[in-house]
């Protein structure tokens, strides 16, 4: 089992930066990839980016890419979602999420972060 808390969300200006952090704790962390997601008021949880467990591939959904990165550090059982030139559609609710094997859809994965609240101010 996998508990993951997230921190590092707030108020920020388009243009703006932010980092996430997602601290796991539970056994084999290093075992499972870990996703990003987000949500946002009205709309289904969508995919933001993911990484394996060894940290050698990553994916992002196209509307992230080249601004957005993420990252990973067993040894500090922590996952990390750099955000670069925010724009006000980022706003949402981020999760993170581990599963075992290296997916996009939500249901893929099995343990979330109860989130954290990103937005970003025109």
């Known amino acids: 089992q996998v508990q993951l808390v997230e921190s590092g969300g707030g108020l920020v200006q388009a243009g703006g930066s932010l980092r996430l952090s997602c601290a796991a704790s539970?056994?084999?962390?290093?075992?499972?990839?870990l996703g990003w997601f987000r949500q946002a008021p009205g709309k289904k949880r969508e995919f933001v980016a993911t990484?394996?467990?060894?940290?050698?591939?990553?994916y992002y959904a196209d509307s992230v890419k080249g601004r957005f990165t993420i990252s990973r550090d067993n040894a500090k059982n922590t996952v990390y979602l750099q955000m670069n030139s925010l724009k006000p559609e980022d706003t949402a609710v981020y999760y993170c999420?581990?599963?075992?094997?290296?997916?996009?859809?939500?249901?893929?994965?099995?343990?979330w972060g109860q989130g954290t609240q990103v937005t970003v101010s025109a």
């Open positions: 539970g056994r084999a962390f290093s075992s499972y990839a």
């Open positions: 999420a581990a599963e075992e094997d290296y997916g996009v859809s939500p249901y893929e994965y099995d343990y």
């Open positions: 990484i394996t467990w060894s940290g050698s591939n990553t």
